[in-house]
């Protein structure tokens, strides 16, 4: 039940584009993004509750495919500020969200 | 406004001691969410309540585990007989509705340590 993130651990220089995935084997409601800095706790980023649906958060967006059973989350033009691990939460109808094991980003300068 | 907030901020027990972590969720949220999250690992989910009633307790690790929230505010969550695989950073959550429309808002977390 718990969603697949990818990739598990993202380098990249600042000013580049990474796009990590979550995937799930159940049917989902909705997908729910979240980003954590070490030593923090984690930070709503959106929700997204409809299929194919795309939302965005600065240069920050995400899309649903509801048929799919997946999300994916963009990120463009990096700034040092993204780094720290991203989840994302999948819920499937029973009013609880399950979080994928996180993937970490780090930006050099 | 005031966030979430968890006590203690840090618990250091011998095996086999009880121990009670708290939460105070923000004022007015009706869902509350406990995870579990050890080093370098995800958010592990344990219990949610909906008000006062909690519908899934399926993610409690064993009946070492309890929790209860009373006055649809404060949560305690309860490890009975510590383990020292219980150690990890415990999060509390809350949020105005439940489930699909809900933005978490997480506490600070508690790191429980057993040693």
């Known amino acids: 039940q718990q969603p697949v993130q990818s990739p598990q651990a993202v380098i990249l220089r600042e000013g580049e584009d990474a796009v990590i995935n979550c995937s799930s084997s159940k049917a989902l409601y909705s997908v729910h993004w979240y980003r954590q800095k070490h030593g923090e706790a984690p930070v709503f980023l959106m929700i997204l509750l409809k299929g194919g649906e795309q939302k965005g958060h600065d240069k920050i967006s995400a899309s649903f495919n509801e048929k799919k059973q997946q999300s994916s989350l963009y990120l463009t033009a990096s700034q040092l500020s993204y780094s720290g691990t991203y989840f994302c939460g999948t819920e499937i109808g029973d009013d609880k969200i399950i979080f994928g094991k996180g993937t970490r980003l780090h930006i050099l300068p | 406004g005031a966030g979430v907030s968890q006590s203690p901020s840090n618990k250091v027990t011998e095996k086999g001691k009880d121990v009670e972590l708290r939460c105070d969720p923000i004022s007015g949220h009706t869902a509350l969410y406990w995870y579990r999250q050890s080093l370098g690992q995800g958010l592990e989910f344990l219990i949610y309540?909906?008000?006062?009633?909690?519908?899934?307790k399926s993610g409690l690790p064993s009946d070492r585990f309890s929790a209860e929230r009373t006055g649809g505010s404060v949560s305690t969550l309860t490890i009975q007989r510590t383990q020292q695989e219980d150690s990890a950073v415990y999060l509390c959550?809350?949020?105005?509705?439940?489930?699909?429309?809900?933005?978490?808002?997480f506490g600070p977390g508690t790191r429980l340590t057993v040693l």
């Open positions: 959550a809350s949020s105005l509705t439940s489930g699909r429309a809900g933005e978490q808002f």
């Open positions: 309540f909906q008000g006062n009633s909690a519908p899934d």
